[in-house]
């Protein structure tokens, strides 16, 4: 047993209360992370609890930088389609939904392994869906997998996930070799074959056939268009289309005019309109009211979705993401129509679609938007924050360019070169990038726009949060009481407690922000029972990536709730399971390689 230590000093007790507040704000999601985090340490930095060097130590350290360098490489790959043919194979025909399962699973956490799995998934969303449909078969069954099989797949390498080079830059900011390209495979290989396999032989069970938006868009296409009428001599006859107040209804959305032959489209404020004109406005008809009463409009009968015009008009679906600047607006307080040029249909929250006005709405994280825009709508949005998903209903798979060959040999550089002892990992990545660019792969606008800055602000700022519960000592705190526990029952029990912490945590916040403020914890709980301490970091590097349970802990996870028409709880039935799995082998394999002792 361990003798208890002197109170806790008012720096950790600080400390303690800022962390708290963190985590709270954290979990709320209603302010970005990274100025949740960046603003705790700077808290920390005032109250005197760390020195500036300390709070900033992150800005300095290789993991950033590193996780900014393969963001380019990841928006090479996403831009040239260099991972298109392996997804044409890996889908194919496919009979049954395990083989399917496996054959699309087992490349999705190879390529996990060497590139971001955001893009990954966020190519695989729309094409999965699209194949899904096309074979009869409900996006559900496959794309929570996918999000798992890319989060396995990241823990293989030090560069499959962000978590991973955050756990080795702590590593050499304490004077410790960092985490090598393939050091970490021995232990997330087998983690992440075992995964695969659970959850190929266990989804098929436990995951309910979800109809997608997409499906009830499909099949309820009167529910979103009608065509009306303006009457001759009526009110509205002659008036342009802000005067005769049809600009800003609720619900609905002017597509287009038909006049005569002629078409007009998109409609200007300024339109005047003619009697017998035919107007199309697209949006939930059923629980809008303002149509039928609006005077000097007569309903006319329905159009059907293919009656307008593709190169006018296309249907995207859209997934609200955590750094989205629509989070707890509604669409009329977004000024959405006006700022991103499209107008919203229907809105589909775990699983089920929203039956209200939708402009009184406030959007949420995850939620899936069913809206109409222009065809150049994808371009313009993709690569910004707003959604992080960004899809075409029914369009065609991407082509790959001719550069794409390009794009795969600079990656297998950026591996080979540390694993080969020519370059450690921080400078190939950035020489990496810095020759996509000068390639013109990809312009150095699209490089700066292809980086997360959250998640490198997240993963600077918690280095700060980090040194601050070293100097405060409430690692030490905290060490103790994990100690005291597993005293009695060995080193593995101190390794499992560290796992279920992390586990926990990393549900709860982001996984690099779970990784940074257990790590000083698990180091002095290693110093304080006298064990080695590179084995608890590897378990946390595993452990922080291992977010199932539910579809905010990860961002793949919220990827997909939506376009898989999922609820919440569908994520514990299988995620629990897998969840099991990993607290399991890390907990049992990771002191096979590393020793603590």
């Known amino acids: 047993m361990f003798e208890p230590t002197s109170p806790m000093t008012w720096q950790a007790n600080f400390t303690l209360f800022v962390l708290i507040v963190t985590v709270v704000l954290l979990a709320l999601e209603r302010i970005p992370p990274a100025m949740t985090v960046l603003?705790?340490?700077?808290?920390?930095?005032?109250?005197?609890?760390?020195?500036?060097?300390?709070?900033?130590?992150?800005?300095?350290?290789?993991?950033?930088?590193?996780?900014?360098?393969?963001?380019?490489?990841?928006?090479?790959?996403?831009?040239?389609?260099?991972?298109?043919?392996?997804?044409?194979?890996?889908?194919?025909?496919?009979?049954?939904?395990?083989?399917?399962?496996?054959?699309?699973?087992?490349?999705?956490?190879?390529?996990?392994?060497?590139?971001?799995?955001?893009?990954?998934?966020?190519m695989?969303?729309?094409?999965?869906?699209?194949?899904?449909?096309?074979?009869?078969?409900?996006?559900?069954?496959?794309?929570?997998?996918?999000?798992?099989?890319?989060?396995?797949?990241?823990?293989?390498t030090a560069i499959g996930t962000s978590t991973n080079l955050v756990v080795s830059g702590l590593l050499q900011a304490r004077h410790q070799p960092a985490i090598g390209m393939f050091e970490i495979t021995k232990a997330g290989l087998p983690l992440a074959l075992v995964g695969i396999v659970a959850v190929v032989?266990?989804?098929?069970?436990?995951?309910?056939?979800?109809?997608?938006?997409?499906?009830?868009?499909?099949e309820s296409e009167r529910e979103f268009v009608v065509s009306t009428a303006v009457s001759k001599g009526g009110a509205l006859d002659g008036r342009t289309v802000e005067a005769?107040?049809?600009?800003?209804l609720q619900g609905v959305y002017l597509v287009e005019i038909e006049r005569g032959d002629d078409l007009i489209a998109p409609v200007s404020p300024a339109t005047?309109?003619?009697?017998?004109?035919?107007?199309?406005?697209?949006?939930?008809?059923?629980?809008?009211?303002?149509?039928?009463?609006?005077?000097?409009?007569?309903?006319?009968e329905e159009h059907h979705l293919a009656r307008l015009d593709a190169s006018r008009h296309t249907f995207f679906e859209?997934?609200?993401?955590?750094?989205?600047?629509?989070?707890?607006?509604?669409?009329?307080?977004?000024?959405f129509r006006g700022t991103y040029q499209a107008a919203v249909v229907a809105i589909h929250r775990a699983g089920q679609q929203v039956k209200t006005k939708l402009g009184e709405v406030s959007l949420r994280l995850a939620d899936t938007l069913l809206l109409l825009s222009d065809p150049g709508f994808r371009d313009r949005w993709r690569h910004r924050n707003d959604f992080l998903v960004i899809s075409t209903l029914g369009a065609a798979a991407p082509p790959v360019s001719r550069k794409a060959w390009v794009v795969g040999l600079i990656a297998a550089a950026i591996v080979l070169c540390p694993s080969l002892g020519v370059l450690p990992i921080l400078q190939a990545s950035l020489l990496g990038a810095l020759v996509l660019v000068l390639l013109n792969v990809l312009t150095p606008g699209e490089a700066v726009a292809s980086l997360d800055m959250n998640v490198i602000m997240v993963i600077a700022a918690a280095f700060g949060l980090g040194a601050a519960m070293e100097t405060s000592g409430l690692a030490d705190d905290l060490a103790l009481m994990l100690t005291t526990t597993s005293a009695t029952l060995g080193p593995r029990a101190a390794l499992l407690g560290v796992v279920l912490a992390t586990v926990t945590l990393t549900e709860i916040i982001t996984n690099n922000a779970a990784a940074v403020l257990m790590f000083p914890i698990a180091m002095t709980t290693a110093a304080r029972l006298h064990l080695a301490t590179r084995p608890f970091a590897m378990a946390i590097a595993l452990a922080a990536s291992a977010s199932f349970l539910t579809p905010v802990g990860y961002q793949t996870n919220t990827m997909v709730y939506g376009p898989g028409g999922y609820r919440f709880g569908d994520y514990a039935r299988l995620g629990g399971l897998l969840t099991a799995v990993v607290i399991t082998l890390t907990t049992v394999i990771v002191p096979l390689w590393w020793p603590v002792h």
Do not use: K
């Open 39 to 122: 603003t705790a340490t700077i808290v920390l930095l005032v109250a005197g609890v760390v020195t500036p060097a300390e709070a900033f130590s992150g800005f300095s350290n290789p993991a950033p930088l590193t996780v900014a360098a393969l963001y380019v490489l990841a928006r090479a790959v996403e831009q040239t389609g260099g991972l298109q043919p392996m997804v044409s194979a890996a889908l194919g025909r496919g009979n049954g939904v395990r083989s399917s399962l496996l054959r699309i699973l087992l490349p999705t956490a190879t390529i996990s392994a060497f590139v971001n799995n955001t893009p990954i998934v966020a």
């Open 124 to 156: 695989l969303v729309p094409q999965i869906t699209e194949w899904a449909d096309r074979n009869g078969r409900s996006p559900s069954n496959f794309l929570m997998p996918i999000s798992f099989a890319a989060i396995l797949g990241g823990v293989t």
């Open 201 to 218: 032989l266990i989804a098929p069970l436990v995951l309910p056939e979800r109809r997608p938006p997409r499906r009830i868009l499909q």
């Open 244 to 248: 005769g107040g049809l600009r800003h």
């Open 272 to 300: 005047v309109l003619r009697g017998g004109d035919r107007l199309t406005f697209v949006g939930n008809a059923d629980l809008v009211m303002d149509l039928r009463v609006q005077r000097g409009l007569e309903l006319a």
């Open 318 to 335: 859209v997934v609200v993401g955590a750094d989205s600047p629509l989070l707890g607006q509604t669409l009329r307080e977004s000024q």
